[in-house]
Structures are given as C-alpha cells and as structure tokens.
C-alpha cells in the first residue's frame, strides 16, 4: 500500500471504529426476548404500529416499524433491541465528530468515543428497546450540526440542527431541553442567522413535531378498525400496545401529550427554579464520577477550561445542550430509570476529554501519549467490566412470564396486571402470538367491582405479587406460578 493511500486508510479508520466498535458490541449483546415494563412495550408497539404510553413517542413508533420488518432478523425484540443499539452507536460517532470539531487529535477522540460507549450506564441502554437512544442520537448529530454552524457560518447546518432538534422531540419530549443551548448558541454566535433562515429553521423543527399528528389518526384507525380487544371493557381508556390513553379524542390526546397522569407538567416547572442548577451541576459531577472514575471527571472538568479557553462560545453551547436535561431528571420522581435522562450529559464527556490536549496545541508528546494511554485504559477496563452484557440466560426477562401464563389462563381471556408484567404479557399477546386471545389490561389498581362487571361476559384473571396482596374479596386464587407471581380468577 502506497503511503498516501495509507494515509486516506487511518483517516477513514477512526470515525469508522467510532460506529462499527460500539455497534457490534451492542448487537452481540442484545436480547433476544421480551423485556419487561417500558422495554417490553418498546419492543413491541413499533411492529404493530401501536400507541405507546405518553408522550408517545411517534418518531421511534415510525422508524421501529421500518426496521422491525425490513431488519426481518432474529425474534421482533431483538429487533429493537438491535435498534438502539444502531442509534447508541450513531451517537458515539457524533461524539467524535464533535470531539474532532473542537479540536481533538483522531485516537483521542476515538478512545475517548470508546470509553463512553463502554461505560455501564450507556451500554445498559443501547442494548435493549429503548425511545431516547433514538432521540439523543438525534440530538448529538444536532450539536455537531450547530457547532459546524458556529464554525463555518453555512446555513444547511442551523437549519439542520433545528430540524434534528424537532425530530428528536418526535422521538422522546426530553430533547426539549437542547433547546435551550442552540437558542444560547443562535444569541452568542459571532454570525447571528437571517431572519428567513431563523424562520425556516422553525419552521423545519416544528415539522419535526408534527409528527406527533401520528397519534389521532392512528387511534381513530385502532378503534374504526376494531383492532384493540380492549374496547368492550369499561373503565378501560385505550388497551396499552394498540391505544393507550384513547388519543383520538382531545381529552386522551391531552394525556397521552402532557403526562398529566403522573403529573409530569408539574414536575417539569418545578424543573426550571434556579436552585436547582446547583443540583444539577452536582449531579454532572456524581454521574461523571460512577461512570468514568474519579480521576477521570478531574480531566473532564479540566477539559471545560481548557475549550471555554480555546472557544468559549462553543464550549458554552455544548455544555448547555448536553447537561439541561439534568434539571428535570433530578426533579421527576416516577422514574426509576434516571440514567436514560442523563445519556447526553455522559456523552459530553467525549468532546471534553479531547479539549484537554488539542491536536494543534504545541503540547509536551509525552502528555500526548500519557493521555492515550489513560483513554485506551479507561475503554478496555470499561468494556471488561460490562462483559455480562454478552451473556444472556434462555427464556429470560418477560419470557417466563408469557410462558406460565399461557400454560395456566385459557383462551379467550382478560389477565389483568400491573405494568410491569403487563407489558411483557401483551408483547405475547399482541406481538409474537404466544398468547393468542388473551387480552393484557394494565392497571395499577386493583379495581375489583369493575373486573367483577367484566367477568360475567369474560374469563377474567388478576396477577398480582403475593406479598402485596392478602387477598381478593371476590377472587377464587387460581395458581402460583412463582414467589411473587399469584394468579386469581375474578368471579362475577
């Protein structure tokens, strides 16, 4: 090989290995079983173009059904799974892209790329259904757009920051809060955009949000169609997996929008009180620290002084876009997954490692070499620690439970559960057949007269956690299928 084209080679490597690393890691180690609570439904509802708990999430909805069929490999939620993963692995190439943009040599930024890939939080993440991997692959590609704007002053990439910002809205409403970073960005910009490209750009993002318009209209299709066997039950406002929430009407498009069941809009104002900042700065420190080590946020916090030195403007930007999430994350109490708010501000971490020592910094090569050396070890150890993630056990996640329920409830049935079984469920009901005729209802209240109504024109079965439950007035307990697991037939 003749050296320039050697040269082209390693050029073309790193960015390469940025995506083609993290992806293949992600697949391998991907399920190929039905989750649980949000995994499960998230598995699922993609391939039967369903409607999703809120906000919805109509742009995973859309692109899962695209993939799941036309990726017509393995089980449906392997499918997903690998979904995330191929997005996940979207956003450590944006990472590197962005750690290149501001200055970073091309090995650092790969393993710097690599070790975010790697870490605990992100690869728990990228390996199973999940509707932010798509919407923070949305928004980093957003940043590196908007930052290649600052930069070069070219208005394809304002315009294409917006529209991705829109897009990533579409996709989970937590991208709401990069928002607030490219509006600081547009203010602070040495050139400021036209007022028409301004414009256009909102025009292109809340095209993006429009998307959202997938909710009535499909839920009006569900219910013409007859295609959710929920309908007949009262008290039930759209079965999960094919309507949840009922969105063609505006009293259901408004829950299915805002979250007002779980109080979501409050939380969210709650989430601008300035003193919170410090909280959430805190939490960056905390999360920083869990995922890469001690040492480690040392060189990330030195990384923010050395680009604000290089380049305040688009230090400022970049922080702001990737950390505002915080402030809702560390506000919402019904989450018990609070890393998946936090995926953008791990990421950040890339693009900080690389600002320590830029590429054209007339920096000791000793230091050069030091900080490769500290970056590979953090990504070998980090893919070391994760090595559980290749070992999956058979019949795993939600895949026991389809499995006694279907040896045990006949068909045709309504199973009545909490949402932590009930997705899983349903993906054996609605997805894959196993649990042909039997209908899933989620509830996390036992609402015993109103099952009662049910049962005298259905085979109605409540599950429920033994240890949670004394008993059922009015339920016959029917069968143990584990310890926590306790099936009882409602009688009318």
């Given at each position: 090989?003749?050296?320039?084209?050697l040269?082209?080679?390693?050029?073309?490597?790193?960015?390469?290995a940025?995506?083609?690393?993290?992806?293949?890691?992600?697949?391998?180690?991907?399920?190929v079983?039905?989750?649980?609570?949000?995994?499960?439904?998230?598995?699922?509802?993609?391939?039967?173009?369903g409607?999703?708990?809120?906000?919805g999430?109509?742009?995973?909805?859309?692109?899962g059904?695209?993939?799941?069929?036309?990726?017509?490999?393995?089980s449906?939620?392997?499918r997903?799974?690998?979904?995330?993963?191929?997005a996940?692995?979207?956003?450590?190439l944006a990472?590197?892209?962005?750690?290149?943009?501001?200055g970073?040599?091309?090995?650092?930024?790969?393993?710097?790329?690599?070790?975010?890939?790697?870490t605990?939080?992100?690869w728990?993440?990228?390996?199973?259904?999940?509707?932010?991997?798509?919407?923070?692959?949305?928004?980093?590609i957003?940043?590196?757009?908007?930052?290649?704007?600052?930069?070069?002053?070219?208005?394809?990439?304002?315009?294409?920051a917006?529209?991705?910002?829109?897009?990533a809205?579409?996709?989970?409403?937590?991208?709401?809060w990069?928002?607030p970073?490219?509006?600081?960005?547009?203010?602070?910009?040495?050139?400021k955009?036209s007022?028409?490209?301004a414009?256009?750009?909102?025009?292109l993002?809340?095209?993006?949000?429009?998307?959202?318009l997938?909710?009535?209209?499909?839920?009006?299709?569900?219910?013409?169609?007859?295609?959710?066997p929920?309908v007949g039950?009262?008290?039930?406002?759209?079965?999960?997996?094919?309507?949840?929430?009922?969105?063609r009407?505006l009293?259901?498009?408004?829950?299915?929008?805002t979250?007002?069941?779980?109080?979501?809009?409050g939380?969210?104002?709650q989430?601008?009180?300035?003193?919170?900042?410090?909280d959430?700065?805190?939490?960056f420190?905390?999360?920083?620290q869990?995922?890469?080590?001690?040492?480690?946020?040392?060189?990330?916090?030195?990384?923010?002084?050395?680009?604000?030195?290089r380049?305040?403007?688009?230090?400022?930007?970049?922080?702001?876009?990737?950390?505002a999430?915080?402030?809702?994350?560390i506000?919402?109490?019904?989450?018990?997954d609070?890393?998946?708010?936090?995926?953008?501000?791990s990421?950040?971490?890339?693009?900080?490692?690389g600002?320590?020592?830029p590429?054209?910094a007339?920096?000791?090569?000793?230091?050069?070499?030091?900080?490769?050396?500290?970056?590979a070890?953090?990504?070998?150890?980090?893919?070391?620690?994760?090595?559980?993630?290749?070992?999956?056990?058979p019949?795993?996640?939600?895949?026991w439970?389809?499995d006694?329920?279907r040896?045990?409830?006949?068909?045709?049935s309504?199973?009545?559960?909490?949402?932590?079984?009930?997705t899983?469920l349903?993906?054996?009901?609605?997805?894959?057949?196993?649990?042909?005729?039997?209908?899933?209802?989620?509830?996390?209240?036992l609402?015993l007269?109103?099952?009662?109504?049910?049962?005298?024109?259905?085979?109605?079965f409540?599950?429920?956690?033994?240890?949670?439950?004394?008993?059922?007035?009015?339920?016959?307990?029917?069968?143990?299928?584990?310890?926590?697991?306790?099936?009882?037939?409602?009688?009318p």
């Amino acid at each position: 090989m003749n050296r320039p084209r050697l040269a082209a080679t390693l050029r073309v490597l790193p960015p390469f290995a940025a995506f083609a690393v993290p992806a293949a890691a992600y697949i391998a180690s991907a399920s190929v079983e039905p989750g649980s609570w949000d995994t499960a439904e998230l598995q699922g509802v993609p391939y039967m173009l369903g409607i999703a708990h809120p906000t919805g999430f109509p742009l995973y909805t859309l692109v899962g059904y695209v993939w799941s069929h036309l990726v017509a490999i393995g089980s449906i939620a392997f499918r997903m799974n690998a979904m995330s993963g191929v997005a996940i692995a979207i956003t450590a190439l944006a990472a590197y892209a962005v750690a290149r943009e501001i200055g970073a040599g091309r090995w650092v930024a790969l393993l710097a790329t690599l070790w975010f890939a790697f870490t605990q939080d992100v690869w728990a993440h990228a390996a199973r259904a999940e509707a932010q991997d798509i919407a923070v692959a949305c928004e980093a590609i957003a940043i590196y757009a908007f930052l290649r704007w600052m930069r070069s002053g070219e208005a394809r990439w304002f315009a294409g920051a917006f529209t991705l910002c829109g897009l990533a809205m579409a996709a989970h409403p937590n991208a709401l809060w990069l928002l607030p970073g490219l509006l600081i960005g547009t203010l602070v910009a040495a050139r400021k955009p036209s007022l028409r490209l301004a414009g256009l750009s909102a025009a292109l993002m809340l095209g993006g949000l429009a998307l959202y318009l997938y909710l009535p209209l499909r839920s009006a299709y569900v219910v013409a169609h007859g295609l959710d066997p929920t309908v007949g039950l009262q008290g039930v406002n759209g079965g999960i997996f094919w309507n949840y929430n009922d969105p063609r009407t505006l009293h259901g498009l408004g829950l299915e929008l805002t979250g007002s069941q779980f109080h979501t809009p409050g939380y969210f104002a709650q989430a601008f009180n300035p003193l919170r900042i410090g909280d959430a700065l805190w939490a960056f420190v905390t999360d920083t620290q869990a995922q890469y080590g001690t040492f480690a946020t040392f060189v990330v916090l030195a990384g923010v002084a050395a680009a604000w030195r290089r380049n305040w403007r688009t230090t400022l930007v970049l922080c702001v876009s990737c950390t505002a999430a915080l402030l809702f994350s560390i506000v919402y109490p019904n989450e018990s997954d609070v890393g998946r708010y936090r995926l953008l501000a791990s990421w950040l971490a890339v693009p900080l490692f690389g600002a320590v020592l830029p590429e054209e910094a007339a920096a000791v090569p000793l230091l050069r070499i030091a900080l490769v050396l500290f970056l590979a070890i953090g990504a070998g150890t980090a893919f070391a620690n994760q090595r559980a993630f290749f070992h999956r056990v058979p019949g795993e996640g939600g895949r026991w439970v389809i499995d006694a329920v279907r040896l045990t409830v006949p068909a045709p049935s309504v199973v009545v559960t909490p949402w932590l079984d009930a997705t899983s469920l349903a993906y054996g009901a609605y997805v894959d057949g196993s649990l042909r005729g039997i209908t899933i209802v989620s509830d996390n209240e036992l609402r015993l007269a109103l099952y009662r109504r049910w049962a005298v024109r259905h085979r109605v079965f409540v599950l429920v956690n033994p240890h949670d439950v004394t008993g059922l007035a009015g339920a016959r307990d029917y069968a143990k299928l584990d310890d926590y697991h306790e099936l009882y037939r409602i009688m009318p």
